[in-house]
């Protein structure tokens, strides 16, 4: 059974800093390119980075030079680092992992971005 948990959602201040981590388990961890998406209220849901498994990395436009996106495969952990995180970056942030047709979802964790 696979299972992706996030953690280390919260509130966060503009300009501040934030690391999301998903612990995943039941899979062969290294061959899964792995990705956080986040969906805002009213919003549809968006990829916000991603990492294969050879470790190349792609972001959305409004999060490059803010986030960063790395794996651990001896902890088959992924993290996303937020850097100056904005208002508009509240969202609910969900990991995903993913090869060829087969991909898993984890529940998610909120952030919110607000002074």
């Known amino acids: 059974q696979v299972q992706l948990v996030e953690s280390g959602g919260g509130l966060v201040q503009p300009g501040g800093s934030l690391r999301l981590s998903c612990a995943a388990s039941?899979?062969?961890?290294?061959?899964?390119?792995m990705g956080w998406y986040r969906q805002a209220p009213g919003k549809e849901r968006e990829l916000v980075a991603r990492?294969?498994?050879?470790?190349?990395?792609n972001y959305v436009d409004s999060v490059k030079g803010r986030f960063t996106i790395s794996r651990d495969n001896a902890k088959n952990t992924v993290y996303l680092r937020m850097m100056s995180p904005k208002p508009e970056d509240t969202a609910v942030y969900y990991c995903?992992?993913?090869?060829?047709?087969?991909?898993?979802w984890g529940r998610g964790t909120q952030v919110t971005v607000s002074s």
């Open positions: 995903n992992a993913f090869r060829l047709r087969v991909e898993h």
């Open positions: 039941g899979l062969t961890f290294d061959i899964y390119a």
């Open positions: 990492i294969g498994s050879d470790f190349s990395t």
